[in-house]
């Protein structure tokens, strides 16, 4: 990057322009920028000096990545639409749609800051936004990047909140953007001048600190270049040697994370190689390490395998001189104008005039929004921020792709990654060949191999177990979607009650006007968002009812009253033998099958479009139900119920018998003297004096059906007595 003239002028960037592209459209950049003068005129920055500037210097870092006039004439005018009165019309008429467009979308951006109140939600909007029109137009976000970058450089002439503010927005997202877009350069000057106003005195200590000791800097500098150059020279390699100071906020992290503090110049000296070929890095790479050295684990080949950023280059440290670690980085020419302009890079030497839209950069950004379309600011920001950490793990598909990872992934990421149905599948992976469990962290090299089961689905911890944005947002949607579902089938059942209350029901009105007058009035979009909202309780499903048959049955306010009164004080009637855990709004029914009595074993099932189904645990159904835990629900008879047994639950009873003498007169005996009641009974004599009985008797519980089991088994007739169906366990 060249350095910025301390007052750019417009000779400077076509000066520069034209160096890498000689056959500009100069006349479409001195039109804007007289233009730009004219509208700002009289206008003046904090700074005092005249507002041009501004716009000057923008165009000139645009200038300095290379990009077309284009992009540098909208740098000149990206003000132009907030801060004068010029119209989109009248820009479009002078510059042409392809400028307007890109002025548009940066004057949105900007004009969105200070609408909002929460800090959060705009900032998170705005970098929807920015993504959003970036991936039509990477210049957009190039812009802003470079605008961004000025305003950094001239941050000084603001109030010190402000101050603190705008660096926090910038080393927490624009910084990571322009570094997974590989604009190392932005980056790197973002993050310097960041660090100076979010821990000034640290900055000036480091800067102190490194300073004092440049006379050493320099002679070790010296020493090493020399050195380098000649090691590639008896090889016949061509090569540049660049000392260089490493960043302040990179050196600064680097102390930090060890719990150091400058002692020598190898805390804060780099070299860096650049030759012409990849044959070359290697070759480099491989002479270095015979005249020092490395250190085991830190030699890495991003050029075998870029950062997801395209980035490419060789790094090792080796033990240098007094036994010093110091760092080496070794590229071609190419890719360290990648490093430093990244997605920029690419788009003006490949692309030229097109969208660089198979641009893998361009695809994350374009991935991030998709997965974090319809959430909350808070889960956007977190996101953003989680695929925007520079740290990541490289890992290997048993196919030998590479995947990267934000560090701290689990094998979950990596199962959401591959696709999402295997990722709502997964139960765990072979990591390197043994089996391992979801929330396994994925290391560097990991061959990851991912078992799904049919049976398995996403569970709320699954939140906790993925880290990256996309497996998150997938595992949320799974989960309101499914959320949702219940909620429609366990409302439709309560509004279909209250309906039946009324003598009305649910077919009548679905697809009525009544029902999308009600809508209108909630707010709400479709009928499946009313039974919803009836069943996560935040509308009663009696005001429903009552509302919708208003006036079918009542034509007067006070009628509606009442008729209001009546719904409630029934639905209060109607004390419920069984509680719901948690969700008293449920609505429950007893299971057919199997008929459980008060005092049995029991579990609950949300079912579809009937609410709770209550079972007893040994039912067979509910064996082939608990593949469906996500539908399982708590539920236990109320104690009320239990205490005062006046509930009667009719039994169905089979049995088998030897004719005999008053057998009838004998079972009907022993039930009535437990105090139950016989409300059924259906006699089948059979062959050879045997037949059978099928009877329903009326009980109070459990206790009490086997006391009436114990004496039927007493009679002397009765060969065998069984409640019918639930408790003979299915076949194997
Ligand atoms: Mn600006």
Request: aromatic share 6%.
């Amino acid at each position: 990057m060249m350095e910025t003239p301390a007052k750019v002028r417009i000779e400077d960037i076509l000066d520069r322009v034209e160096r890498y592209r000689p056959d500009m459209d100069e006349a479409l950049l001195r039109h804007a920028y007289v233009f730009a003068a004219t509208r700002h005129k009289g206008q003046v920055r904090r700074s005092g000096e005249a507002y041009l500037i501004h716009p000057l210097t923008v165009a000139w870092i645009l200038a300095d990545m290379e990009l077309d006039e284009v992009a540098i004439a909208a740098g000149l005018l990206h003000d132009i639409l907030e801060d004068t009165e010029t119209t989109a019309e009248e820009m479009e008429l002078e510059f042409g749609p392809a400028v307007t467009r890109l002025v548009e979308a940066l004057t949105k951006l900007s004009s969105f800051e200070s609408s909002f109140t929460s800090r959060e939600a705009t900032e998170a909007e705005n970098f929807r936004r920015l993504l959003l029109a970036s991936t039509d137009d990477v210049r957009v976000i190039l812009v802003k990047l470079a605008d961004r970058l000025h305003n950094m450089r001239t941050l000084n002439f603001l109030r010190p909140e402000r101050q603190v503010a705008i660096a926090r927005e910038t080393l927490e997202i624009y910084a990571p953007i322009a570094n997974r877009l590989g604009i190392g350069s932005i980056k790197t000057e973002m993050e310097d001048l960041c660090f100076r106003y979010l821990h000034p005195r640290e900055a000036e200590r480091l800067e102190r600190a490194i300073s004092e000791r440049s006379e050493a800097a320099q002679k070790w500098f010296t020493e090493i270049r020399s050195t380098l150059a000649g090691v590639l020279e008896e090889a016949g390699i061509e090569g540049e040697v660049l000392g260089r100071v490493k960043h302040l906020y990179s050196v600064w992290q680097k102390l930090k994370r060890q719990g150091v503090d400058v002692e020598s110049v190898f805390d804060f000296l780099a070299f860096r190689i650049i030759v012409s070929t990849v044959g070359d890095c290697y070759a480099a790479m491989g002479l270095i390490h015979q005249k020092w050295p490395p250190v085991p684990g830190r030699i890495k080949d991003y050029i075998a395998i870029p950062k997801p950023n395209a980035y490419q280059s060789l790094h090792t440290t080796v033990i240098g001189p007094e036994g010093h670690p110091f760092e080496i980085q070794i590229r071609t020419h190419d890719m360290h104008a990648i490093a430093e302009h990244g997605i920029a890079a690419h788009w003006s030497y490949k692309e030229r005039g097109s969208k660089p839209t198979d641009d893998s950069r361009i695809a994350w950004l374009r991935s991030l929004l998709d997965t974090t379309q319809g959430s909350s600011p808070r889960e956007f920001l977190d996101s953003l921020k989680v695929d925007l950490y520079p740290e990541e793990v490289y890992c290997f598909t048993p196919k030998g792709d590479v995947l990267s990872f934000p560090r701290g992934a689990t094998v979950l990421d990596f199962a959401y990654r591959v696709h999402t149905e295997v990722g709502h599948h997964c139960v765990g992976a072979t990591l390197n060949g043994r089996w391992v469990p979801l929330r396994t962290e994925l290391t560097n090299g990991d061959i990851v191999e991912i078992t799904t089961s049919n049976q398995q689905r996403p569970h709320h911890d699954w939140l906790e177990i993925a880290r990256t944005g996309k497996a998150r947002s997938r595992i949320r949607a799974w989960l309101k979607r499914e959320e949702k579902e219940r909620a429609v089938e366990v409302g439709r059942k309560l509004l279909e009650k209250e309906l039946r209350r009324l003598d009305s029901s649910w077919k009548r009105f679905s697809g009525s006007e009544e029902i999308q007058e009600l809508l209108t009035g909630h707010g709400l979009a479709r009928e499946e968002d009313l039974l919803a909202a009836i069943g996560f309780g935040k509308i009663a499903a009696a005001a429903v009812a009552a509302a919708l048959t208003r006036h079918e049955a009542v034509d007067d306010e006070e009628a509606i009253r009442t008729h209001l009164r009546e719904v409630q004080s029934a639905a209060s009637q109607d004390a419920p033998v069984l509680e719901v855990t948690g969700d008293a709004d449920f609505l429950v029914y007893i299971a057919r099958c199997c008929n459980p009595l008060p005092g049995e074993d029991i579990v609950g099932f949300v079912t579809r479009g009937k609410g709770v189904a209550v079972h007893s645990r040994s039912c067979p159904n509910v064996r082939n139900l608990l593949y469906h835990p996500e539908r399982e629900i708590e539920v236990r008879w109320s104690t009320s119920a239990m205490a005062e047994r006046r509930t009667r639950s009719r039994v169905d009873l089979d049995m088998t018998y030897r004719d005999g003498p008053g057998f009838l007169a004998s079972i009907s005996h022993a039930i009535a003297s437990e105090g139950a009641n016989i409300v059924r009974c259906h006699l089948n004599a059979g062959e050879g004096g045997r037949g059978t009985v099928s009877l329903s008797v009326e009980v109070r519980d459990k206790d009490h059906l086997n006391r009436i089991l114990e004496r039927l088994r007493d009679v002397e007739d009765v060969l065998e007595v069984e409640r019918r169906g639930a408790f003979r366990r299915a076949a194997p």
